[in-house]
């Protein structure tokens, strides 16, 4: 191509990984709030979590539609076009975290709404910090396209399961015990399947930075490079 025409195309790369980090800041700066709300009962905070659910909606459109726009107009190939396939498959991703965000702020606000007796004693702040960093290093991983540190996010998931199953052995434990506890253990147990899930969606970010990278599809294989059952 004609070196304009080439400059062109890169600064059109340049410009939509811009905004995928932008929309991953959007997320982040969402599943911190949540949190924060969660903990301290500030519902200006959640009901602001909620309200931007449609912020994070609307970068997944833009950019949507924008990688269609250079799919159509530059045809791309080899690494451009991996690169294209990771951004849509990264925006989907992100704006499901974004969903899971609105879920946890919705819970938040349930749960403040409401009386505060028969509350299960749970910390939840070790498995949030882990999905949070998670995310962050996932999106860290992508903006250096560094599929070492990629690979990295892909062993903490392993991390953010075991604290889930933990979760669900004590919120048993306490409705077991005290079946008062059912109708908070139940709000509890959605936030933290909502935590997992984010940590979930950042293993698949960083499998799609791997992708990027190096072209090596690396979903459903196990860290050690055994297949998964």
Known sequence: MPEHISKQFDAELEAVRTRVLQMGGLVEEQIVNAIEGLASGNMELIDGVIANDHRVNAYEVELDEACSHIIAKRQPAAGDLRLIIAIIKTI????RIGDEAEKIGRMAK?????????????EMKHVAGLTIDMLRHALDAF?????????????????VDDEFRSILRQLITFMMEDPRTITRSL????????????????????EYVVYMVEGRDVRHIRVSGEAAA
């Open 110 to 122: 349930l749960i403040h709404s409401s009386d505060r007796l028969h509350m299960p004693r749970l």
């Open 143 to 159: 903006a250096r396209l560094d599929s070492r540190a990629a690979d990295e996010v892909v062993r903490q998931d392993r991390l």
């Open 187 to 206: 709000e509890i147990l959605f936030i933290a399947k909502a935590l997992e899930r984010i940590g979930d969606h950042s293993k698949n970010m960083a």
């Open 92 to 95: 989907t991703d992100l704006e």
